[in-house]
């Protein structure tokens, strides 16, 4: 059973940075493809960044200038680095998991969510 723990979240003010951190474990095959992302409270759930195991990446347009994903060398740990928050960036950020690399995308089915981590900007 995949599970995923997000971890990194917390009260920021804008113009400050935030690492979120993602803890994969139950992975039956090398390969997956994670995705993060976030929903604020009475929007629709934003999709952010995907990374497979291979470490190709795609950041969606809105967030490419601020934000960047990555993994460790052993690929169960996956984090988003944001930069330059702002108020508007303060919502729940989910990462979740598929265990196919291809297709990868923000689009795919996730089939494995952790619990969020929660993001405040304030200004």
């Known amino acids: 059973q995949v599970q995923l723990v997000e971890s990194g979240g917390g009260s920021v003010q804008s113009g400050g940075s935030l690492r979120l951190s993602c803890a994969g474990s139950?992975?039956?095959?090398?390969?997956?493809?994670l995705a993060w992302f976030r929903q604020a409270p009475g929007k629709e759930r934003e999709g952010i960044a995907t990374?497979?195991?291979?470490?190709?990446?795609n950041v969606a347009d809105s967030f490419k200038d601020r934000f960047t994903i990555s993994q460790d060398n052993a690929k169960t740990m996956f984090y988003l680095q944001m930069n330059s928050l702002n108020p508007e960036d303060t919502a729940m950020y989910y990462c979740?998991?598929?265990?196919?690399?291809?297709?990868?995308?923000?689009?795919?089915?996730?089939?494995?969510w952790g619990q969020g981590t929660q993001v405040a900007v304030s200004s």
């Open positions: 979740a998991a598929r265990q196919w690399s291809i297709p990868c995308s923000i689009d795919s089915p996730y089939n494995h």
């Open positions: 139950g992975f039956t095959r090398n390969s997956r493809c």
């Open positions: 990374i497979n195991n291979e470490g190709s990446t």
